[in-house]
């Protein structure tokens, strides 16, 4: 199974500050033959259910702010954003779906300092 | 609209058995892989399983794998998961999820529900 591993657990960030999540997963989820990074961003709010924010690693979900990028390849990838708004906070998850069992992060608190 | 509503969850006793349901709507059903996952309270998320459009493959978590089995039926846009053999661990909040692309099996999820709560307790 692919593990994957999100660091900070949970960080604070001052509005309109940089937010940056790490995530590492245990062996590549770059599939050679299309050169793609099956690996996904999501947020998810209190009481609310999970919000698809960046796919193929770096690739932003229609309708998301620009704020949010998503990069990396192999192994290791980032989540950015890049000016905190208030709406921001919540868990995010990254997520791959390289190979089955399909595998979360343990994923990260993002809270206003 | 894109849309996916669950439906089934229910409190039910360990050893117990379960069918949750998710109709879909606003989109070709049978073009989409659609996933279970599911998030016990106040942790994260667990894949659990998967299904193709066509019906033809499904795969499972561990966790889940000889108890649980997912289906589809396509002439109803709706996406089943027969869940047997209840555990206290399988207490959850669970969402049905649609795959973002069509040509490929593994895509990440797009639209989820709002998810139905099994509770597995005597």
């Known amino acids: 199974d692919i593990v994957m591993t999100q660091s900070p657990d949970s960080l604070a960030v001052s509005l309109g500050e940089r937010a940056t999540i790490n995530c590492k997963s245990s062996q590549s989820v770059l599939y050679s033959s299309n050169n793609r990074n099956y690996l996904a961003w999501y947020q998810q709010k209190p009481r609310q259910p999970p919000k698809l924010l960046i796919y193929?690693?770096?690739t932003r979900e229609s309708g998301v702010p620009d704020r949010f990028s998503g990069s990396g390849s192999g192994t290791d990838f980032t989540l950015t954003i890049s000016s905190l708004q208030a709406e921001d906070v919540a868990v995010y998850y990254c997520h791959q779906y390289y190979s089955t069992p399909l595998t979360f992060g343990g994923g990260t608190k993002v809270e206003i300092k | 609209e894109v849309q996916l509503v669950e439906s089934g969850g229910v409190v039910v006793q360990p050893g117990g058995s379960l069918r949750l349901s998710c109709t879909a709507s606003?989109?070709?059903?049978?073009?989409?892989?659609m996933h279970w996952v599911r998030q016990a309270p106040g942790k994260g998320l667990e894949w659990v399983s998967l299904?193709?459009?066509?019906?033809?493959?499904?795969f499972y978590a561990d966790s889940v794998r000889g108890r649980f089995t997912i289906s589809r039926d396509n002439s109803k846009n709706s996406l089943y998961l027969q869940m047997n053999s209840l555990r206290t661990e399988d207490t959850a909040l669970y969402y049905c999820?649609?795959?973002?692309?069509?040509?490929?099996?593994?895509?990440?999820?797009?639209?989820w529900g709002q998810g139905t709560t099994v509770t597995v307790s005597s």
């Open positions: 606003g989109f070709t059903f049978d073009d989409y892989t």
């Open positions: 299904i193709s459009g066509d019906g033809g493959s499904a």
């Open positions: 193929w690693a770096s």
């Open positions: 999820a649609k795959a973002i692309g069509i040509t490929l099996l593994y895509y990440a999820m797009d639209v």
